[in-house]
């Protein structure tokens, strides 16, 4: 069994940044995939970032790319998203999710299906 506890996040004005923390406790054996997903009221969970145990070449939603970075600490179990240049529409809930795909493929990685465990979620919200 895997624990995600998140932090980071809370209200940023347009333009500017955070950045998010999930550290993961218990079962650490395994080469998890670590990834963001975010929820905005009204609308589905979506993708935004993943990377995989090595942290090779991570994934990112088109909508996030080039403003976002993904990475991780495996010293200290810990991925992280650097949120830049916010948006409005970046307002969301963010959920950091672990998964062990056998194959990490662009639709693998992009899939909440992928991800066995969810952290307990995080609000970014921006102000214009």
């Known amino acids: 069994q895997v624990q995600l506890i998140q932090s980071g996040g809370g209200l940023v004005q347009a333009g500017g940044s955070t950045r998010l923390s999930c550290v993961t406790s218990g079962d650490n054996s395994s080469p998890y995939v670590m990834a963001w997903f975010r929820q905005a009221p009204g609308k589905e969970r979506e993708f935004v970032s993943a990377i995989s145990w090595e942290g090779g070449t991570p994934y990112y939603a088109d909508s996030v790319r080039r403003r976002f970075t993904i990475s991780r600490d495996n010293a200290q179990n810990t991925v992280y998203l650097q949120m830049n240049r916010l948006k409005p529409e970046d307002t969301a809930t963010y959920f950091c999710?672990?998964?062990?795909?056998?194959?990490?493929?662009?639709?693998?990685?992009?899939?909440?299906?992928?991800?066995?465990?969810w952290g307990q979620g995080t609000q970014v919200t921006v102000a214009t």
């Open positions: 999710a672990a998964g062990t795909p056998v194959a990490l493929t662009i639709p693998v990685a992009t899939s909440s299906g992928t991800y066995a465990y």
